[in-house]
């Protein structure tokens, strides 16, 4: 096999249906490349117990299977502080002592673009810093940009440029930032290969360039379009029968959950094994597939 795609679940909750088809897609893409597939457990935010055994559950009673042993991002936290050690040598980060509210007033400013980071401490003295330490202010730690934006390569959306900021590195209580263990974590783990959610297509841009900053090789990459539920909202655990346990309490199998997920791909098969047979990334719908609990499914197809 040549290099490895995953799947990086945060065990905040049960997986839905939106979650299982993007684990799907990113076994699909991992095995018909020849990749090997692997789970990451991204368990530095909020952890609901038992949430991640219940995920690995579910995902193998859908029929999907994984290389290795599961990687834990905590237990991993002295590469993630290793890697900000590099940049901070470097010079390529700095402390801020922003609050939520006043980066939200500052951003709505008209000096910079809407989202970015105006970058309000990055030019702070020492007797600053030293100010606002006294203050009892937690410093949270960001990178040092020296770009606007950065190009990405992906195979459902085409090269993608975006914006790239002094985003956040370390946090305020001292843990990793996502967008830099998900850097580390993937090229130490040899993902080349990243499907997910199209909602995270913003943040890549920030990603690639951190991780080129690293000196590591920028994986493809391949949003997939969200699942949406009846009002065109993105697909939550309230909008009712969602997850495997709720499908499989209502008398369907694990089968033909896979059988819907296919048919909202545009394929029949009722296991992922029969779907690689057919999966063709070219063929795939550009567009949200909305599901209706309550029995009423519409799929969109292509535009």
């Keep these: 096999m040549t290099g490895a795609g995953r799947f990086a679940p945060s065990p905040s909750g049960d997986l839905h249906l939106g979650n299982l088809r993007t684990a799907l897609l990113a076994w699909l893409f991992a095995r018909s490349t020849g990749r090997a597939f692997v789970i990451r457990v ?4 909020r952890v609901r117990p038992g949430a991640a055994e219940r995920q690995l559950a579910d995902l193998a009673a859908i029929g999907l299977d994984w290389d290795g042993p599961i990687t834990w991002q905590s237990r991993r936290l002295d590469r993630h502080h290793a890697a900000i050690a590099r940049l901070t040598a470097a010079g390529l980060t700095y402390e801020c002592y922003c609050t939520r ?15 970015a980071y105006p970058g309000t401490c990055r030019e702070l003295s020492g007797a600053e810093r030293a100010a ?6 937690p410093a949270a730690l960001r990178l040092r940009s020296d770009t606007a934006e950065f190009e990405i390569a992906d195979e459902l959306h085409g090269n993608y440029r975006g914006l790239v900021d002094d985003f956040v590195l370390r946090r305020g209580d001292g843990i990793p930032a996502y967008n830099l263990a998900v850097v580390v974590d993937d090229a130490e783990q ?6 997910r959610g199209d909602d995270l297509l913003p943040s890549t841009p920030r990603q690639a360039y951190l991780a080129a900053l690293l000196g590591f090789s920028v994986p493809r990459y391949a949003h997939v379009p969200l699942v949406l539920n009846a009002e065109g909202k993105r697909l939550a655990k309230r909008d009712g029968a969602v997850t495997l346990a709720d499908r499989l309490s209502l008398g369907e199998t694990p089968e033909q959950v896979v059988a819907l997920l296919a048919d909202s791909l545009g394929y029949r098969a009722d296991s992922p094994t029969a779907l690689l047979r057919q999966f063709r990334p070219e063929s795939l719908p550009r567009q949200p597939w909305t599901f209706d609990p309550l029995g009423v499914v519409q799929f969109s197809g292509n535009p």
């Design 42 to 45: 991204e368990d530095l935010d």
């Design 101 to 115: 509210r006043e980066i939200q007033q500052a951003a709505t400013a008209p000096h910079g673009p809407m989202g």
């Design 132 to 137: 606002r330490r006294a203050e009892g202010r």
């Design 190 to 195: 040899g993902i080349d290969q990243v499907v």
